[in-house]
């Protein structure tokens, strides 16, 4: 197997990690009629799942030292497998309320394992290029969700066609672990020094022990995930549901308009690979938080509801470059040594964001209407561009201090 083989391989696994994401958000209309369950029951199935991924990314690097990448990334994809298909045959909601919890540990692990191999051992475009092959699965999650019901309200197809790709994915992953210890350069894979890494993407050393909440921008750059990844998560768990009690739209174009968001995603982070080599980090926050913004807003207006897709696609287009170029800008901001223990702060607070504020957004929802989902977004919008400044202004006044020292 090339090292461009292996490359495309840890792609694959990333679009596998992205298939399940929308994948409640979805079918939740379809699914809590046939179970019995309230509108905001979503939001604790959300907070099992979220909360699994809180947990396995804590506890990812002992694994990463103990197992390796290739190990553990094989064996969550796996459990991610059987979580799916556990849901699929699940009679009520406490059963998928059980299948909630290896499903958010799975998907969690997955994530923090190959963002630290890609990161540790490929250049950054390629972690750019990464997140956009999340988009990919994301992308056809809903997709493979509206065909499943369009015949028939099938939910539990979608998450048995679903779990069964996920067990494909993890078969390929267990041939490939005697290549995850090797140099994978390759073409189309070019690779950091191998002297970062330990084995299988396991760090060789740490930073100092200064206090990094301390550093001026940071408590910022952690409100500033906090607040990004309730947006996004707030959009896939309540978009579907949005369209179709707000402005009136079937079940299954509802799935297919939320695949615009996602499809948004996955076309605008291909091309910040691209867009990298002219425009630095700061600048390309801005034009996607002010995109962000527009689109919320045209979702908000009370416009003709074909213009809902095309509000969510250009959501979608906004958030491509804010995630990929917080975390490529840190080490920039705040230091290399610090940039390891900032970036970890970081996925936790992603993490809560996307835990705690989409059940808070469904409980607001479910008390008033569907119709204050653009109005939660606009203020999301809103925080994460006034955040965006201050640590523009936090991290220049910071590096003309140590100028004139």
């Known amino acids: ?68 990448a290739g190990k553990v990334t094989a064996c969550s994809v796996l459990l991610t497998a059987g979580a799916l298909t556990l849901s699929s045959v699940s009679p009520s909601l406490l059963p998928l309320g059980l299948a909630a919890l290896p499903l958010g540990l799975g998907g969690g692990a997955v994530d923090a394992a190959l963002n630290n191999f890609v990161a540790l051992r490929y250049t950054p475009r390629h972690m750019s290029w990464l997140h956009c092959f999340w988009g990919v699965g994301a992308f056809a999650g809903p997709l493979i969700i509206a065909r499943w019901l369009s015949r028939g309200d099938n939910w539990r197809g979608a998450y048995l066609t679903l779990g069964l790709i996920q ?3 993890s078969l390929l992953l267990f041939m ?3 290549l995850w210890d090797r140099p994978q350069a390759g073409r189309g894979g070019e690779q950091r020094g191998q002297e970062e890494a330990g084995p299988q993407g396991g760090r ?31 959009i896939g768990l309540w978009g579907a549901s949005f369209l179709i009690e707000a402005r009136g739209f ?15 995603i996955t076309a605008g982070r291909f091309g910040t690979g691209f ?9 390309l926050i801005r034009v996607g938080l002010a995109v962000i913004s527009a689109g919320s807003l045209l979702l908000l207006l009370p ?34 040594a610090n940039s390891s223990r900032i970036i970890g702060l970081e996925m936790a607070c992603a993490y809560c964001g996307s ?10 929802a479910a008390r008033t209407s569907m119709a204050v989902i653009p109005a939660i977004l606009l203020c999301c919008g809103a925080a994460m561009l006034f955040m965006s400044e201050k640590i523009h202004k936090a991290v220049k006044t910071r590096k003309q201090g140590s100028m004139i020292r």
């Open 1 to 68: 197997m090339t090292g461009t083989v292996f490359l495309g391989l840890i792609y694959l696994t990333f679009i596998s990690l992205g298939l399940p994401d929308p994948l409640l958000g979805t079918a939740w209309p379809v699914m809590r009629l046939e179970l019995g369950a309230s509108l905001d029951a979503a939001g604790i199935l959300s907070v099992i799942i979220s909360g699994g991924t809180i947990v396995s990314s804590l506890c990812c690097g002992r694994l990463l030292e103990r197992w390796g």
């Open 167 to 169: 067990s494909g994915v």
């Open 176 to 178: 490939s672990l005697p």
């Open 204 to 234: 060789a050393g740490a930073g100092g022990k200064k206090n990094v909440l301390r550093i001026p921008g940071v408590p910022q750059t952690l409100a500033m995930f906090f607040m990004y990844c309730a947006f996004e998560y707030i």
């Open 250 to 264: 079937a079940k299954a174009d509802a799935a297919r308009a939320l695949a615009l968001y996602f499809m948004g």
């Open 275 to 283: 867009l990298t080599m002219r425009l630095n980090g700061g600048a």
């Open 303 to 336: 416009l003709p509801p074909p213009l809902a897709p095309l509000a969510l696609l250009i959501i979608g287009l906004g958030c491509a470059p804010v995630y990929p170029s917080i975390i490529h800008l840190t080490p920039e901001r705040f230091g290399p």
């Open 355 to 364: 835990t705690f504020m989409p059940p808070l957004a469904g409980f607001a």
